[in-house]
């Protein structure tokens, strides 16, 4: 199939452009889905779950738009009906960011960036993201975030250039064309079997790629990510590349590898081996990020009562619910921290209608007796810093739990 138009004279080099590289760079955002779904492989076998590919989508969709669980089911109907009509919605979607892009693009400056360290503004909150950077001793000044067209954090403690800065038009428009592609590729790869696989979000994916093929060699592409689509994009590029580990990798975890970096900032001994092993295909010039900085005593009750921390993921919502019912009546202080990612905690807030326990924000990491967790990165920062961490897929935890007090 040919395309015809006519854009400017790079056009010419479209065609070349489109054959060679679709195929190749399409991978990385392929694998990062399905490597999502891959790692809680064996722990859906542990907790017993009947959670098939259609189901852990619509479930990960639903959390990504915030919906409260109260709409879940009929979320999930809404999904059924969606799929006689999916590919359709999101070429109508593509085509509503294809104009409002196309204006973006010709309203912003071009502009060159030398010897500075390119971060692409995903959906990390400015607090949040200046902490992980911090914890791995980044100077920030050096550090230009890329803000994608899509995202609204803020980043304000970092210079940031929009991505349309550095890619001409025909990169803007491949990109259309590729997302467009791929939404008919999965349709006609998964039909009904899939659902909310959201190809429209590859428009952004492919962008990105086009950025950091034109960026200056005197820059380097740090990124946080491990096995989503931004992290692939350190295996389409020849420049200088770093990973700063945020979340945890497992043994058994299986993967596509990511590709080379030269430099890596790991969270302890144990994660460098895992990832050299699982995500990487070379052995980089090795960092450690440095553990948590404890929030005052201050969030801690007065009283004589050993302090828990439970660490949450709504993914384990029924384990915590049993004990956010038990702890408190055994005489413990017990202090709950959400998930980042779960934007809707009101299932925690409901239990405190019942419950006696605190829910920390965001930033709060108070120093505790005890911790209790699934396997996250927090809980390996605590054990860090020398707090016992109970973990649900240790050996013997239920006598242990039962011990605690």
């Known amino acids: 199939m040919r395309y015809y ?107 060159d960036v030398n010897n500075k360290l390119i971060m692409f503004g995903i959906s990390f909150d400015n607090e949040r993201f200046v902490k992980i950077l911090n914890s791995a001793k980044i100077n920030l000044d050096e550090v230009v975030i890329i803000k994608l067209p899509s995202i609204k954090s ?67 592409y740090y990124f946080i990510s491990l096995l989503d689509r931004w992290a692939y994009l350190a295996n389409y590029t020849n420049k200088n590349k770093c990973l700063i580990q945020h979340g945890i990798l497992y043994k058994y975890t299986k993967a596509p590898k990511i590709g080379s970096v030269d430099l890596a900032y790991y969270i302890n001994e144990e994660q460098k081996k895992i990832c050299e092993d699982v995500l990487l295909k070379n052995k980089p010039k090795a ?16 009283n004589s009562f050993k302090n828990i921390l439970l660490i949450c993921n709504k ?49 709060d990491f108070p120093k505790v007796d005890f911790v209790i967790s699934y396997m996250s990165t927090l809980a390996d920062e605590y054990e860090n810093e020398g707090i016992t961490v109970l973990r649900y897929e240790d050996e013997g935890f239920d006598l242990k739990y039962k011990d605690l007090g």
């Not at 990169?171 to 429209?200: E, N, Q, T």
Request: proline share 2%; charged share 25%; net charge positive.
């Open 287 to 302: 960092y450690y990020r440095a553990s948590i900085t404890f929030s005052s005593s201050d969030l801690l009750l007065k």
């Open 5 to 111: 138009f006519s854009l400017s004279l790079e056009s010419y080099f479209f065609l070349e452009k489109m054959n060679y590289s679709l195929k190749t760079i399409s991978k990385g955002y392929l694998y990062a889905y399905i490597n999502e779904y891959n790692n809680y492989e064996d722990l859906r076998r542990k907790e017993n779950l009947d959670l098939s590919y259609k189901k852990f989508k619509i479930k990960q969709v639903a959390r990504y738009l915030n919906l409260p669980n109260s709409l879940h089911n009929v979320f999930y109907i809404f999904t059924f009906l969606l799929s006689k009509l999916e590919v359709l919605v999101y070429v109508l979607v593509l085509l509503l960011k294809l104009s409002k892009y196309s204006i973006e693009y010709f309203v912003t400056s071009k502009r």
């Open 154 to 220: 803020d980043y304000s403690d970092f210079e940031k250039l929009h991505l349309f800065s550095g890619i001409n038009y025909s990169d803007l428009f491949c990109s259309f064309i590729y997302s467009v592609k791929i939404s008919f590729f999965m349709k006609k790869k998964y039909g009904v079997r899939d659902l909310m696989f959201r190809s429209y979000t590859s428009f952004e994916y492919f962008l990105a790629y086009f950025y950091l093929k034109k960026m200056d060699a005197s820059n380097s």
């Open 315 to 363: 993914f384990f919502l029924k384990k915590e619910e049993v004990i956010i019912r038990d702890l408190p009546k055994r005489k413990l202080n017990l202090y709950i921290k959400p998930h980042p990612g779960d934007k809707d905690i009101s299932p925690y807030k409901n239990l405190k209608k019942e419950c006696d326990f605190v829910i920390l924000a965001k930033n």
